[in-house]
T-cell receptor
Framework: DAGVTQSPTHLIKTRGQHVTLRCSPISGHKSVSWYQQVLGQGPQFIFQ???????GRGNFPDRFSARQFPNYSSELNVNALLLGDSALYLC???????????FGSGTQLSVL | AQSVTQPDIHITVSEGASLELRCNYSYGATPYLFWYVQSPGQGLQLLLK??????LVQGIKGFEAEFKRSQSSFNLRKPSVHWSDAAEYFCAVGGMEYGNKLVFGAGTILRVKS
């Protein structure tokens, strides 16, 4: 079975641009979460979606938004990119009401 | 608020030696505790988790961890380290009311010398 897949794997943007990151969960998983991992730090929670509804939001500015589609895949959007948005963005999926997360390999975003 | 402290940024052990990675957490109720491992450029793989019950939990790849409520600790151990265990290890805490929002520590980088 395929694991959590994320695209693209790497991305280079300039300040002020917009970016969209994509995630496909494991088949049967209806919950998707997004985490940001800055170099040298642990992942930080951004969003959780379940059944297309936002279930949780971390301490991130409104420039960050996400959505979940009927097939449970998800997009993370970041507007007006800043240098500090450079990070590995991780997507994780899980079964309903299960705190065990399965992570994808991430999208490495570099903002120049 | 939840928080996790991993006091050791780097640890170096010899292949075949035992390993203990420290994790201390702050959480108001009964925590859900996790250890994840991350190889360079990769996502995180779950090693083991504690939700309730037996305080000594077994995980994959020969790892185990012990939950000690009195010390607010959840240390990860392995009796004999293999060179392939070199990676970064993250401790995380969550809770029933937080859903999938896990709070991660800053990580411990494990180096294995032959």
């Amino acid at each position: 079975d395929a694991g959590v897949t994320q695209s693209p794997t790497h991305l280079i943007k300039t300040r002020g641009q917009h970016v969209t990151l994509r995630c496909s969960p494991i088949s049967g998983h209806k919950s998707v979460s997004w985490y940001q991992q800055v170099l040298g730090q642990g992942p930080q929670f951004i969003f959780q979606y379940y059944e297309k509804e936002e279930r949780g939001r971390g301490n991130f500015p409104d420039r960050f938004s996400a959505r979940q589609f009927p097939n449970y895949s998800s997009e993370l959007n970041v507007n007006a990119l800043l240098l500090g948005d450079s990070a590995l963005y991780l997507c994780a999926s899980s079964l309903p009401d299960d705190e065990k997360l399965f992570f994808g390999s991430g999208t490495q975003l570099s903002v120049l | 608020a939840q928080s996790v402290t991993q006091p050791d940024i780097h640890i170096t052990v010899s292949e075949g030696a035992s390993l203990e990675l420290r994790c201390n957490y702050s959480y108001g109720a009964t925590p859900y505790l996790f250890w994840y491992v991350q190889s360079p450029g990769q996502g995180l793989q779950l090693l083991l988790k504690y939700f309730s019950g037996d305080t000594l939990v077994q995980g994959i790849k020969g790892f185990e961890a012990e939950f000690k409520r009195s010390q607010s600790s959840f240390n990860l151990r392995k009796p004999s380290v293999h060179w392939s265990d070199a990676a970064e290890y993250f401790c995380a805490v969550g809770g029933m009311e937080y859903g999938n929002k896990l709070v991660f520590g800053a990580g411990t980088i494990l180096r294995v010398k032959s």
